[in-house]
């Protein structure tokens, strides 16, 4: 009985140390995300997400898109990047980021799209292969939901982008609280110990 006791003491002890572990990334993460940081970036890499129907972007997606709209008019950012895959109705959600874009009046030649981002480790990686023929271009910021941006810093971090910082969408869902936020948790750690993928050729 006694033995009994002292392993569900262990294994409360061990659950309550995971939970606070929990509770403080989830509160990094909240910070990290929701604090635009003061930036003058090169470029904003505005990360994928679905597309409803031929040019029309998810709610979600449509946030993100018009923060990276805001940071260009308010002359924050030089370049927009938009970096999707291809999704289960083979819409290129990166042509039809990019043609938002353009009929909200950005110009073209400062959109670059990407259609083989399809998870935010290729996306980071593929990125800096885009960026890299052009030597004044060093810094980026990542345009995502709040609950996205730690662990895209960490990506584009880790595959050699010099400076990174964040700017949240204005965008909430009560799936953030049971869905988004926990992936993230996970997702974040699981990038910490993988290296950067080799970028998609075009």
């Known amino acids: ?37 003061p930036f003058t970036a090169h470029v904003a890499v505005v990360m994928g997400n679905a597309v409803d129907a031929p040019g029309k972007p998810s709610p979600r997606l449509k946030s993100r898109l018009d923060k990276a709209y805001q940071l260009y008019l308010d002359r924050r950012v030089q370049r927009i990047l938009v970096s999707g895959g291809v999704d289960d109705k083979s819409l290129q959600e990166g042509l039809e980021m990019g043609r938002y874009l353009v009929r909200r009046g950005i110009p073209k030649e400062m959109i670059w799209v990407d259609d083989l981002g399809d998870n935010t480790y290729r996306t980071a990686s593929n990125a800096q292969m885009i960026m890299s023929p052009y030597r004044q271009f060093r810094s980026v910021v990542v345009v995502s ?42 997702g974040f750690y699981a990038y910490m110990f993988k290296d950067c993928p080799a970028p998609e050729r075009y």
């Not at 309550?16 to 909240?30: E, Q």
Request: proline share 1%.
């Open 1 to 37: 009985m006694k033995t009994i006791k002292v392993i569900a003491a262990v294994i409360l002890a061990g659950l309550g140390v995971i939970l606070l572990a929990f509770v403080a990334h989830v509160s990094w993460l909240l910070y990290d995300g929701l604090t635009d940081e």
């Open 145 to 186: 939901n709040y609950y996205h941006i730690l662990r895209s810093k960490l990506a584009f971090t880790n595959c050699g982008t010099l400076a990174v910082y964040g700017a949240h969408a204005n965008h909430f869902e009560w799936r953030d609280v049971w869905w988004s936020i926990p992936r993230e948790v996970l």
